[in-house]
């Protein structure tokens, strides 16, 4: 009989499922996890049983994450303010931190929220960008203020990426990413592709591949880790649009080392952000 990895003492898998992320005894828990990757609401393609703050906390103290870096589908799309946001996220300061949703469609709105960027810490960690959906290249104008203040201050950006896609596919990304070097970009879904990732990856130093939806594609994970090397790799879920307990599986039970794993779940975002944020 095949002794599966969960069962393995000794093994990152076993003692995250044994403990995971225990709130109560940090100090007992094998390693943090940190989503980088999720968002909050309600959105009109998808019934969502928990959307909201209370219960996304619940579950994510269940599942054993740390941390869920988040952009609020409301302040993507509608009316909703960052600032609104962060008041959210200072409910749950040992839980939740938030990336400024950045809307292409709403100038006035970029300008007012890069203003008021230093009120919203400790909760905020960086902007969002989802080109692909408010169908505005990565590349465009619109986005220049945010770039350059995200430039300027070395944060962290996180890119909804398909390969293929005129609005954030590679070669619109490999464009931007060379533009802007001080800024840390987070490759959303590293492209659905990772040949595309390694292409992008070859030809910068700025660029981290992160993970969502990917964990049900066999063999993803493990191409992706041989391709771009697991210290240019970082978690996410997309919750609540994906289960943390099926991408955290996606990841431990994979064909990779478990310092790979540590490097995905923890290691690489520690060394960006710090420990403490
Ligand atoms: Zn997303």
């Not at 960008?129 to 944060?155: C, N, P, Q, S, W």
Request: charged share 25%.
């Amino acid at each position: 009989m095949v002794t599966s990895v969960w069962n393995k003492p000794g093994t990152i898998a076993n003692a995250f499922w044994e403990r995971g992320w225990d709130f109560e005894a940090p100090e007992t828990a094998p390693l943090p996890v940190y989503d980088m990757h999720g968002h909050m609401g309600s959105h009109n393609a998808i019934y969502f049983a928990r959307c909201d703050a209370p219960e996304m906390v619940k579950h994510l103290k269940r599942s054993g994450i740390r941390r869920l870096v988040f952009s609020h589908h409301h302040a993507l799309w509608g009316e909703f303010r960052n600032a609104q946001v962060r008041d959210i996220c200072s409910q749950f300061p040992d839980v939740l931190r938030f990336y400024v949703a950045i809307n292409p469609h709403r100038p006035q709105y970029i300008e007012e929220d890069l203003k008021l960027y230093d009120s919203f810490k400790p909760y905020v960690v960086g902007l969002k960008i989802l080109a692909g959906y408010h169908k505005v290249v990565v590349t465009d104008k619109r986005y220049e203020k945010a770039m350059e203040f995200a430039a300027e201050r070395k944060l962290p950006v996180l890119f909804h990426t398909w390969n293929g896609c005129p609005f954030n596919g590679l070669d619109p990304m490999t464009q931007l990413c060379k533009r802007y070097p001080t800024v840390t970009f987070f490759i959303g879904h590293s492209f659905s592709n990772w040949q595309a990732a390694k292409k992008l990856a070859d030809q910068t130093e700025n660029t981290y591949f992160e993970l969502t939806s990917l964990p049900g594609q066999y063999g993803m994970i493990e191409h992706l880790v041989q391709e771009v090397g697991s210290k240019r790799i970082i978690f996410g879920t997309d919750m609540p649009w994906f289960d943390e307990f099926q991408h955290i599986g996606g990841i431990l039970s994979a064909e990779i080392s478990d310092e790979a794993k540590k490097d995905i779940l923890c290691g690489n975002i520690e060394r960006l952000l710090g420990k403490d944020w």
